[in-house]
T-cell receptor, first 116, second 114 residues
Framework: GESVGLHLPTLSVQEGDNSIINCAYS??????FIWYKQESGKGPQFIID?????DKRQGQRVTVLLNKTVKHLSLQIAATQPGDSAVYFC???????????????FGSGTKLNVKP | DAGVTQSPTHLIKTRGQQVTLRCSPI?????VSWYQQVLGQGPQFIFQ???????GRGNFPDRFSARQFPNYSSELNVNALLLGDSALYLC???FGGGANYGYTFGSGTRLTVV
């Protein structure tokens, strides 16, 4: 399949290590955030979400941290596996004043390369 | 259960032509959103439809239009294609139309304009 991350920042980790992918979001009014994983030739796949009233949320092998003070998100993947190799996007949902619709702003993505 | 399905998977068109892309949401989902993903970038919001009405529009020219049918499926139309319209077009469905509903994405339609 065609790569979606030809010129993206790349994080290379050894299989079994922990990975940390960072994201700076743009709008202090954003109140809902999602991390997506996108493999070559596929659409983005939901990994984990977090709302602005939380600082941390844990899933299976993944943890998302939210620092609203500096508008920063991070995705931590424990015991990274070759199947985790993909492009990772953070997406922010900004509840725009006067509107109630579902619109996400996506970052430019980080390519995770897991070395066996 | 079927996920979000999009058709066709790949498409090649000539500049100036028109194209129609199709999307079927997850059963029970009433909202469909369309995104454009240029190679090497994150997806960019084009439209959201909920209960057959346009709920939101991104910063795209009027050459882009969409609609949602009574069965909640959707079509994205692009007229007068430009080379810069070459991209992966993603459809995403969600149960609700309001803020704070997460999406499920389809695998996309790869459009190449030559």
């Amino acid at each position: 399949g065609e790569s979606v991350g030809l010129h993206l920042p790349t994080l290379s980790v050894q299989e079994g290590d922990n990975s940390i992918i960072n994201c700076a979001y743009s709008n202090s009014a954003s109140d809902y955030f999602i991390w997506y994983k996108q493999e070559s030739g596929k659409g983005p796949q939901f990994i984990i979400d977090i709302r602005s009233n939380m600082d941390k949320r844990q899933g299976q092998r993944v943890t998302v941290l939210l620092n609203k003070t500096v508008k920063h998100l991070s995705l931590q993947i424990a015991a990274t596996q070759p199947g985790d190799s993909a492009v990772y996007f953070c997406a922010e949902n900004m509840a725009e004043r006067g509107y109630n619709f579902n619109k996400f702003y996506f970052g430019s993505g980080t390519k995770l390369n897991v070395k066996p | 259960d079927a996920g979000v399905t999009q058709s066709p998977t790949h498409l090649i068109k000539t500049r100036g032509q028109q194209v129609t892309l199709r999307c079927s949401p997850i059963s029970g989902h009433k909202s469909v959103s369309w995104y454009q993903q240029v190679l090497g970038q994150g997806p960019q919001f084009i439209f959201q439809y909920y209960e057959k009405e346009e709920r939101g529009r991104g910063n795209f020219p009027d050459r882009f239009s969409a609609r949602q049918f009574p069965n909640y499926s959707s079509e994205l139309n692009v007229n007068a294609l430009l080379l810069g319209d070459s991209a992966l077009y993603l459809c995403a469905s969600s149960f609700g139309g309001g803020a704070n509903y997460g999406y499920t994405f389809g695998s996309g339609t790869r459009l190449t304009v030559v």
